[in-house]
T-cell receptor, first 116, second 114 residues
């Protein structure tokens, strides 16, 4: 079956530090890949996505590249802010385009805390 | 603004009681989902519905029930058969076709069993 593995947290950084959160996946076919972010006490919001190999998703200074050869979708940001403190989830959808019904497989989440 | 509304935000239940969590969306999405979130375990799919009057079990449906009588609404009932119901419950929706899998989430309901 499908699975997503994220690096274990929590991750604690100082403001303006470089961030990497690793994500690898196991899936058949050509899944779509996502990063969702959850701020304290809230639901999840889509941060970025990529639907095919070598695609780069980007948003709010965050980036992730869909690497089929290494089955990875690592999240990066060059300079984090205190406001980036949240839980980050990597996820995959088994169908790339077409009639995907949101049956996402999520990683366990990585807690990020950024200090001033 | 379009979005998903979940209520209540916090709910306490005694053992042996059923409780119903509300989820309403005004995004005109056909598909709706319920996920359960536990610390360190990510999100797990409970039930999903692609169209009105139809729904399917997800990975952890035991002890839960749903209905989909209207496009906008997808309530979740946590029954007394659910052995460990304390968790954070998230409702989501998506378009049914032309969809790469992106979900739109509500703000969640936290259920605590006393």
């Amino acid at each position: 079956g499908n699975s997503v593995t994220q690096m274990e947290g929590p991750v604690t950084l100082s403001e303006e530090a470089f961030l990497t959160i690793n994500c690898t996946y196991t899936a058949t076919g050509y899944p779509s890949l996502f990063w969702y972010v959850q701020y304290p006490g809230e639901g999840l919001q889509l941060l970025l996505k990529a639907t095919k190999a070598d695609d780069k998703g980007s948003n709010k200074g965050f980036e992730a590249t869909y690497r089929k050869e290494t089955t990875s979708f690592h999240l990066e940001k060059g300079s984090v802010q205190v406001s980036d403190s949240a839980v980050y989830f990597c996820a995959l959808s088994p169908n790339a385009g077409g009639t995907s019904y949101g049956k996402l497989t999520f990683g366990q989440g990585t807690i990020l805390t950024v200090h001033p | 603004d379009g979005g998903i509304t979940q209520s209540p935000k916090y709910l306490f239940r005694k053992e042996g009681q059923n409780v119903t969590l509300s989820c309403e969306q005004n995004l005109n999405h056909d598909a709706m989902y319920w996920y359960r979130q536990d610390p360190g375990q990510g999100l797990r799919l409970i039930y999903y519905s692609q169209i009105v009057n139809d729904f399917q079990k997800g990975d952890i449906a035991e002890g839960y029930s749903v209905s989909r009588e209207k496009k906008e609404s997808f309530p979740l009932t946590v029954t007394s058969a659910q052995k460990n119901p304390t968790a954070f419950y998230l409702c989501a929706s998506s378009r049914r076709t032309g969809n790469t899998g992106e979900l739109f989430f509500g703000e969640g309901s936290r259920l605590t069993v006393l």
